[in-house]
């Protein structure tokens, strides 16, 4: 029997779910009443944990609903699982869904003020624990993994052109793996006897079979961060991210609070360096926030996440001008 649940349910468990609504709350709170209608952006709406959170949080502060929570993702299944959760507050004009990359959010933001911001990076469980979508080898599928199924280019098609020296790079960057350099040679062999794996188990174990025996079946799949790579790579999630600190952090209001939510060290580097410019943002913690030994034994996804949060101060000094 299939365990894939109906559209509307999600398997996600939000991680660090209290601290992130109340941060954003609190920023809400902090509004004087004649505040122009602005929006909180929930970049990846996923689950709709977060976001779902936060709307109960916002019903309590009288004269809050003029500031409504904007969600985007850029998987159609989980903007449809989403459109049925929220039905309600869509219809009460509380929230926007809209199907597009964060990349692309600030257009539909257009001139609205942004009073907060919450990235929760990666993947949901709903798209991990898909037995379609190609982003587990826990399931045998066709070798997808994007995040938007109707835009962009699937896995098996990136596979079927790269060469070996940029596999290889991937795998190492996005993976850290210490055997890229095998691994990229293996597949890139197999693709030019025209045996090419068609499917994740396919590929996790040609994968498997460069690791040293004692290595196999041990600890890890050794396909693991290898298929972590591909993902980043098939969804150009560092890019993304680049482009919302780039276009997006600028876009919030003075006093507009960020909570970014990441599981990867690039991208924890690269939210960690943004707010280290102390002339743009006050920052509630000087450490990124982790899961308790309680969330994590709850939820095991919750070990590597890290959350940094951000208020965005007034207005930048500017520049000195210098003096020809
Ligand atoms: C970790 S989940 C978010 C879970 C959500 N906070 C919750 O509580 O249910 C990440 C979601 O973000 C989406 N996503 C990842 N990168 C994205 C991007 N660049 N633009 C839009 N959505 C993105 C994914 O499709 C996925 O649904």
């Known amino acids: 029997m299939s365990s894939e649940k109906t559209p509307e349910t999600t398997r996600h468990i939000p991680i660090l779910l209290e601290p992130i609504a109340d941060f954003l709350f609190e920023g809400i709170r902090a509004l004087p009443e004649d505040a122009t209608p602005g929006v909180i952006l929930d970049c990846t709406l996923g689950g709709g944990g ?73 993947v949901s469980s709903d798209q991990i624990d898909s037995e379609t979508r190609g982003f587990s080898f826990r399931f045998n599928s066709p070798l997808d993994m994007r995040m938007n199924t109707g835009s962009g280019e699937p896995l098996s098609s990136w596979l079927s052109q790269v060469s070996e020296s940029v596999l290889a790079d991937v795998i190492w960057k996005y993976g850290e793996e210490r055997f890229s350099r095998k691994i990229a040679r293996r597949i890139i062999d197999l693709r030019s006897r025209g045996e090419m794996p068609k499917d994740t188990q396919g590929l996790a174990d040609a994968i498997r079979s460069v690791f040293p025996p004692k290595l196999r079946h041990q600890g890890l799949h050794p396909a693991t961060r290898t298929f972590q790579a591909l993902r980043i790579e098939i969804n150009e999630e560092l890019k993304e991210l680049e482009t919302l600190i780039r276009e997006g952090f600028p876009k919030t209001a003075p006093g507009g609070r960020i909570a970014i939510l990441s599981f990867h060290s690039l991208e924890d580097r690269l939210v960690k360096e943004e707010f280290r410019n102390r002339d743009r943002y006050e920052l509630p913690f000087k450490k990124p926030l982790q899961a308790d030994e309680a969330e994590v034994t709850m939820n095991s996804r919750s070990r590597s996440a890290k959350l940094r949060l951000a208020i965005r101060k007034a207005s930048e000094p500017e520049a000195p001008q210098s003096r020809s």
């Open 50 to 122: 977060h976001t779902a959170r936060l709307l109960e949080k916002l019903a309590l502060i009288p004269g809050a609903e003029k500031h409504l929570v904007l969600g985007v993702d850029r998987d159609p299944d989980a903007i449809g699982r989403n459109k049925i959760r929220f039905k309600n507050e869509l219809s009460a004009g509380r929230m926007e869904i809209h199907h597009c990359a964060f990349s692309e959010s600030m257009k539909i933001i257009g001139s609205r003020p942004i009073y907060g911001m919450l990235a929760d990076l990666g």
